[in-house]
């Protein structure tokens, strides 16, 4: 059985796939050359998935068809338990640039002037969010070049992020009349309310420094250490218990909004269900015995 500090080598080799457009909608197809991937890329690298946004040409706009790849990829790693970690990234020269403008003009043509067209896409927009809070894995974004918008939203919404050094962040709808008020969902959550406010109100944009202050983001690396420093991070949760930090995660978000007395309770309940899985057992006997845990996973 692999050891706690090392992820599973049952997938040894680095394996691509890709979320293509077909006659069915999006197809999850397995390849193996980056270059011919579709709109979001995924290559496993032994028990974390990375997940890499496809379309540099757009700064890898929330488009309809990207929001659909993110849903699709989201539902399969859901069941996919031979992965621990999930890292997203962004192609190109940013990480992503919120949602597509001009196709949010064009759903103004409807009838309607494009209201129920714009409700749905903040919903499918809000759904891809909550799929990733809810995602059994922790997910780590990897941004670099810009997050602004939506895009920012994506970074706050992520469990943890590493960014490359001289990244910038900004929720900066209100500088073109469209306050970003879904995004403000997750960065109130993840940032102090003021300092949320103010780059809501102001529309400006923060640095690497700024954002590892506030809490937006782990750290920032160099933008060529980028991706061995975020993996790096991936690995060391992913040798973890998968079973605990599942667990963990679900719990984290849920006693979080909990006052805390219950919160306590709560916890010491996930707590118990906790102690009693056979790989927790296994895992303390072996710390107690001064030797590598014989788990399951």
């Known amino acids: 059985m692999p050891s706690p500090g090392n992820p599973s080598d049952r997938r040894s080799s680095s394996t691509a796939f890709a979320f293509l457009p077909s006659r069915r909608g999006l197809e999850f197809v397995e390849t193996e050359e980056r270059h011919k991937m579709g709109i979001l890329d995924r290559e496993d690298r032994g028990r974390v998935a990375?997940?890499?946004?496809?379309?540099?040409?757009?700064?890898?706009?929330?488009?309809?068809?990207?929001?659909?790849?993110l849903k699709e990829?989201?539902?399969?790693?859901?069941?996919?338990?031979?992965?621990?970690?999930?890292?997203?990234?962004?192609?190109?020269?940013?990480?992503?640039?919120?949602?597509?403008?001009?196709?949010?003009?064009?759903?103004?043509?409807?009838?309607?002037?494009?209201?129920?067209?714009?409700?749905?896409?903040?919903?499918r927009c809000s759904a891809v969010m909550e799929a990733i809070r809810t995602l059994p894995q922790p997910v780590i974004a990897m941004p670099h070049?810009?997050?602004?918008?939506?895009?920012?939203?994506?970074?706050?919404?992520?469990?943890?992020?590493?960014?490359?050094?001289?990244?910038?962040?900004?929720?900066?709808g209100v500088n073109i009349g469209l306050f970003c008020s879904t995004p403000m969902v997750a960065l109130s959550r993840n940032i102090p309310r003021k300092q949320a406010f103010e780059m809501l109100t102001t529309g400006e944009f923060i640095g690497t420094d700024r954002a590892?202050?506030?809490?937006?983001?782990?750290?920032?690396v160099p933008q060529d250490q980028l991706e061995a420093a975020t993996m790096d991070l991936a690995e060391k949760v992913a040798g973890k218990l998968s079973a605990a930090v599942r667990i963990g995660k679900a719990a984290f978000y849920d006693?979080?909004?909990?006052?805390?007395?219950?919160?306590?309770?709560?916890?010491?309940?996930?707590?118990?269900?906790?102690?009693?899985?056979?790989?927790?057992?296994?895992?303390?006997?072996?710390?107690?015995?001064?030797?590598?845990?014989?788990?399951?996973q």
């Open 50 to 69: 990375h997940l890499r946004m496809n379309a540099p040409e757009k700064l890898n706009a929330l488009s309809d068809e990207m929001l659909a790849a």
């Open 73 to 123: 990829a989201f539902e399969t790693l859901r069941e996919d338990r031979e992965i621990g970690v999930v890292v997203l990234s962004g192609a190109g020269k940013a990480f992503c640039a919120g949602h597509d403008l001009k196709e949010m003009q064009a759903g103004r043509q409807a009838e309607d002037g494009g209201a129920a067209w714009f409700g749905d896409l903040f919903a």
């Open 145 to 172: 070049g810009i997050a602004t918008a939506a895009g920012c939203q994506l970074v706050a919404t992520c469990d943890m992020a590493v960014a490359a050094e001289g990244t910038r962040f900004g929720v900066n």
């Open 212 to 220: 590892v202050e506030l809490g937006l983001i782990n750290r920032a």
């Open 255 to 296: 006693q979080i909004e909990m006052p805390v007395q219950d919160a306590y309770a709560y916890t010491g309940e996930v707590m118990v269900r906790n102690m009693m899985l056979r790989d927790t057992d296994e895992g303390i006997r072996a710390f107690i015995e001064k030797r590598p845990p014989d788990w399951s």
